[in-house]
């Protein structure tokens, strides 16, 4: 009984997920086309920091840390690719679509009760996701995201601005 907390350890440790690093993206894709599963995201992350004892003690290579570099850079790139672009193009999207129905007229509008619409507060509002050193807020991931594609497109064209 008072090795608990080394058997909870032992039986709930992560490290398979270092082998099935090909399906990160994927599994970062489902998590996300779920709406009521984001949270389950930062969950995936904390688990993603179990194999990192493991690669450290790896003989093959003069220093480990190379190999720890190597799988975080995967993990943030599938991340990158499958969380938090898609989210900032979907804003983005709804945004234009906004402008566009209030400036153009007779542009079609969406209606909520046969379209289905984004409901980008529910990534908005999540908490902030800890992957490895990283703390990323989605919120402000976003926010720089569309101030740089905002700013971009000013520079561009001032007259459209």
Known sequence: MTE???IAIKSTRCRFLFWI?????????????????????NFFCM??????????????LEE??????????DIY?????KVIKPI?????????LQIHQAIIPNLR??????????????YLSMSEIFLFEKRINIKE???????KVFYQMSAMAPHDF
């Open 4 to 6: 608990w907390e080394k």
């Open 21 to 41: 690093r090909a399906l990160f993206p994927f599994i970062f894709e489902m998590i996300m086309s779920d709406i009521k599963r984001p949270n389950q995201l």
């Open 47 to 60: 688990a993603l920091n179990d194999p990192l004892t493991m690669i450290w003690n790896i003989k093959h």
């Open 64 to 73: 480990p840390n190379i190999a720890i570099d190597n799988y975080k850079k």
């Open 77 to 81: 790139k599938a991340f990158t690719d």
């Open 88 to 96: 900032c193009r979907r804003v983005e999207e709804e945004i234009r």
């Open 109 to 122: 509008q969406k209606n909520p009760l046969n379209e289905k619409i984004f409901d980008c507060n529910k």
């Open 141 to 147: 991931e976003v926010r720089v995201y569309l101030g």
